[in-house]
């Protein structure tokens, strides 16, 4: 049978392990759950590992971008950055053009943890792609973005 049918929870022949949402929150809560100690043995949570990978990437961001990227709301993650800056990780700035938005750079403490982080987690990602040609891989992304695009309920 048409595993879509399968996973489609309107039907009568639904299988909760064919249904994408389904496999792709136990992946996440499977994989968070595997970091979550490599990361508390360095002095991070998830929330905080998260921020400083997308500031990693690119910075200075702003809360919203960072917490849309973190898919985080955006009043935790005030709170989460507000927090990180406390504790010496993050700068906070207001931004030139909109005194309303606020950005979020690495300290040079942040930047160490981020390196630290990157360490203890590497082995972990390396895992999970074993066995997965780059080609494979390209479609996981490509077909985690469609799934990601056809969400646009405003169509």
């Known amino acids: 049978m048409d595993n879509r049918i399968l996973g489609d929870p309107s039907t009568e022949a639904f299988h909760v392990e064919k249904y994408p949402f389904y496999l792709l929150n136990r992946l996440v809560g499977r994989y968070n759950g595997v970091i979550d100690g490599r990361l508390r ?3 991070l949570d998830i929330p905080y590992w998260r921020v400083l990978m997308i500031l990693g990437e690119r910075a200075p961001r702003g809360v919203r971008d960072i917490a849309d990227a973190a898919v985080i709301p955006l009043s935790t993650m005030t709170r989460i950055i507000q927090r990180m800056a406390a504790a010496g990780l993050v700068t906070l700035a207001s931004c030139a ?3 309303r938005v606020t950005h979020v750079s690495l300290l040079p403490l942040g930047e160490a943890k981020l390196a630290e982080a990157r360490r203890a987690t590497a082995p ?3 895992r999970i792609i074993r066995g997965l040609s780059a ?3 390209d479609k996981l992304i490509d077909l985690l973005a469609r799934l990601y695009a056809n969400l646009d309920m405003d169509e």
Do not use: P
């Open 97 to 99: 053009e909109d005194a």
């Open 124 to 126: 972990v990602y390396a």
């Open 135 to 137: 080609r494979d891989f």
């Open 41 to 43: 043995a360095i002095g």
